[in-house]
Structure formats: C-alpha cells, structure tokens
C-alpha cells in the first residue's frame, strides 16, 4: 500500500504537465523562463524589420495640440530609419502626416503642415528607433511576473503569448519621454524560436497619457534587406 501511494504521488505532478500542454491554458512557467531568453537573443540579432506602432486607446501628444495616432515604417539596424507619424490637430480637428528619416546622427522631418524637409535634433522625436533590437531586448528582459497566456494563431503564424510587468521607465530607450514609477503590463507574441512578432503595452509611458492607453507595435519582414537614403 505505501509503495502504490509514492507512485501515485509521484505521478501527479507529471499528470498536471501533461494536461496543461495538451490544453489550451497558459503555459507553464518553465516555458516562459525558457521563451524570454529566446525573445532576447533574437532581438539582439535583428538586422531590420518593418514595424507598426498604434494607439489601440488613446493617443501620444506630440506638441500641445497634435496627438499622434500611428506610425510605420522600416529600420535598418542600428542608425537608419524611415517613419510615417499618422496624426491629428485638435482644433481644428485634421489629419496630418509626418514623414521622418533618421540616417546615422542626421535626422530629418518634414513639417506639420506642410512636406518641406528639415534637418532636426533626433531628441524632438517622441519615439527612438536607433538601436531597436537592442532596446527591445532590454525592454524583454526586464520583464517581471511573466506569465504564459496560451497560443494564439497570427498572421498565419502560431504563436506564444506570453504577459508581464514592466515599469514605464524601462521604455525610455524607445519613448524618450516616458515618465517614471507608471506600471505598465506588457503581452508578447513569439513565433517558433522566439521571434518576437507583436506586443501590447497596456497603461500610462509618457505623463500625458490616459490610464488606460493602449499601444501595440507590430513586426514584420525581420531581417528583410531595406534601402533608407536622406530625403531627396
């Protein structure tokens, strides 16, 4: 009798892993602390990328007035990018484009209201893409209480979702004007090997914003060749 009992003991815990893996909940926590390290490494690697970043609630201020949408583009890692910022006045309410292009330590933009190309300092930017593999992976990795949230299909490509905590200062490398001490939750999607593909950040970055502000920035055609040449 006690050797049937430390049998069945022992296989409980084999018993819940089976379960879960054969299920739809969340990943154990194994595989989370396995998927981090994969996200990161992969980060670190990126060459280049298409990306989308949009307000799924809220909006970004770019100057008193001005709120920002959306913006896409591609990056050549480390120093070149080319952004359209998709955004509207308030008063009047109307659409206005911004179109940036960032070639090593020059930085040029057309105006609000008009297509006029001028060199500007990077540091007007509301967003910093020099570099973005590695901030990425620093964002990743500072990730706390991650959590598997299941698989999901996306884009054609399953995935792994996972969640966690960020503080609203360690996006400072990608949003410079990200105030300090807003706690911030963040969700992943990883494709096989760990290549991150989407991810939601979800609460206040910058002073300005909403509570409830939700952002999602979308990559696509990582490591793709890319041209980015200044502005003609």
Not at 31 to 43: G, K, N, R, T
Not at 149 to 175: A, F, H, M, W, Y
Not at 215 to 231: H, K, M
């Amino acid at each position: 009798m006690e050797l049937a009992r430390k049998l069945v003991l022992a296989a409980v815990p084999v018993l819940a892993l089976v379960l879960a893996c054969g299920s739809d909940k969340a990943p154990p926590t194994a595989e989370v602390e396995y998927s981090i390290p994969q996200a990161v490494d992969q980060l670190l690697a990126l060459e280049s990328a298409s990306f989308t970043l949009e307000h799924l609630q809220g909006t970004t201020v770019l100057v008193p007035g001005v709120l920002m949408t959306k913006a896409y583009g591609e990056v050549d890692i480390p120093d070149r990018f080319r952004v359209t910022v998709e955004a509207e006045s308030v008063s009047p309410k109307t659409y206005i484009e911004i179109s940036i292009i960032t070639i090593e330590n020059k930085t040029y933009m057309t105006g609000l209201f008009g297509r006029r190309w001028n060199e500007v300092p990077a540091d007007t930017l509301p967003f910093n893409l020099s570099g973005l593999g590695q901030t990425l992976a620093n964002i990743v990795d500072a990730i706390e209480e991650g959590r598997g949230l299941g698989q999901e299909r996306l884009q054609g490509v399953d995935t792994v979702r996972l969640g966690g905590n960020i503080s609203s200062e360690d996006l400072s490398e990608l949003i410079p004007g990200a105030g300090s001490g807003f706690p911030v939750a963040l969700e992943l999607w990883l494709a096989p090997a760990g290549l991150l593909r989407q991810v939601k950040i979800i609460g206040r970055v910058v002073p300005t914003d909403d509570a409830d502000t939700v952002r999602r920035l979308v990559l696509n055609d990582t490591n793709q060749p890319v041209t980015i040449n200044p502005p003609e």
